[in-house]
């Protein structure tokens, strides 16, 4: 590769790079912000609570409209296994594992 020819091309990874990592850090002060919000899902769906309004909505008791995906059996139980999958990915980097230059 000649010296323009890589230039360019480091270029090319340094950009796609540096939008990957803000886009990654966005991201994950959203996913930061919502993280009391999946507490209280945990919490609410390990709840005798949860199975009453369950209960209810299978008997007809909750209004037609109301949205009520909270109360499906697989969403919520979905998306607490998903969160737990993705803080595991997550964890720190051991230590000696950063590539960069000190």
Known sequence: MEQIE?????EHLLDEAAEAVEAL???LDRYDA???????????YSSGQWMQ???DDCAGKLPAGLK???LSE???????TDN????KRLKPPE????????
């Not at 919502?34 to 609410?44: D, F, H, I, N």
């Not at 697989?74 to 607490?80: C, F, G, R, V």
């Not at 737990?84 to 803080?87: E, K, N, P, R």
């Open 53 to 55: 309004d369950y209960d």
């Open 74 to 80: 697989d969403a919520l139980y979905d998306l607490l």
């Open 95 to 102: 230590k000696g594992t950063l590539s960069a230059r000190s």
């Open 25 to 27: 850090s966005r991201a």
């Open 34 to 44: 919502v993280q009391p919000g999946l507490a209280e899902l945990e919490a609410y």
């Open 6 to 10: 890589r230039i360019t091309y480091m």
């Open 68 to 70: 009520r995906g909270v």
């Open 84 to 87: 737990a999958h993705l803080q």
